[in-house]
């Protein structure tokens, strides 16, 4: 939620030093390198053993963010001992390489332990900026790489790449079908497996 508020440049998200205080989703606007972008706030993700009835609603709803997302943040505590720090990214690492999505790795409060011990992780203090720059260029090259562009849109998944290749199809048949003159019922058709897609 720290970062969500330094990312964004004001306080969107509480914020808490209690684990378990985001149990709603929160979303906030803003832009990487001109591309605009939805920062989407959410439970911290740990085993639902772990965690009381309220929580696990939370994490419910953390979870079907995680699918919607076309980035993913990965934020680990870097305040706690480094075995536990190691074991945090350990449950979350293998969820983030689950998804079909590309993610970013991030060690957090580097206020309070400005040691990065995770490999290709960030080291972030939300509230002294410490990192926010680098993690910023990072989002905006996986926004920008091996993605397609269509106006201020990026597309970043490899579902949404095919979807629009569908539907450019689809709108070149109904193009085609209507120059070679069949009847309006075969065009419309045609749009409307565009618009499916």
């Excluded at 985001?22 to 959410?42: C, K, N, Q, W």
């Excluded at 409060?109 to 203090?125: E, G, H, M, P």
């Excluded at 397609?148 to 689809?170: G, K, P």
């Amino acid at each position: 939620s720290t970062l969500l508020n330094a990312l964004v440049g004001e306080n969107r998200a509480l914020v808490h030093p209690t684990p378990g205080t985001t149990r709603d989703v929160i979303e906030a606007e803003t832009t990487f390198g001109g591309i605009p972008a939805r920062l989407v706030d959410v439970a911290g993700i740990r085993s639902m053993d772990e965690a009381d009835s309220v929580e696990r609603l939370g994490i419910a709803k953390a979870e079907a963010e995680l699918e919607r997302a076309d980035i993913l943040v990965v934020v680990v505590d870097g305040s706690l001992p480094e075995d536990l720090v190691h074991r945090q990214s350990s449950w979350l690492l293998p969820r983030a390489h689950q998804l079909d999505a590309p993610f970013v790795l991030v060690q957090s409060k580097a206020d309070l332990s400005d040691k990065c011990v995770l490999d290709d992780a960030i080291l972030v203090s939300a509230p002294d900026g410490v990192g926010l720059d680098q993690l910023r260029r990072r989002i905006c090259c996986l926004l920008r790489s091996d993605n397609v562009a269509i106006d201020e849109v990026c597309l970043t998944r490899a579902r949404q790449v095919d979807e629009v290749e569908q539907a450019h199809e689809a709108v070149c048949q109904a193009i085609a079908a209507y120059q070679q003159h069949h009847v309006a019922e075969v065009v419309a058709s045609e749009l409307r497996a565009g618009g499916a897609a």
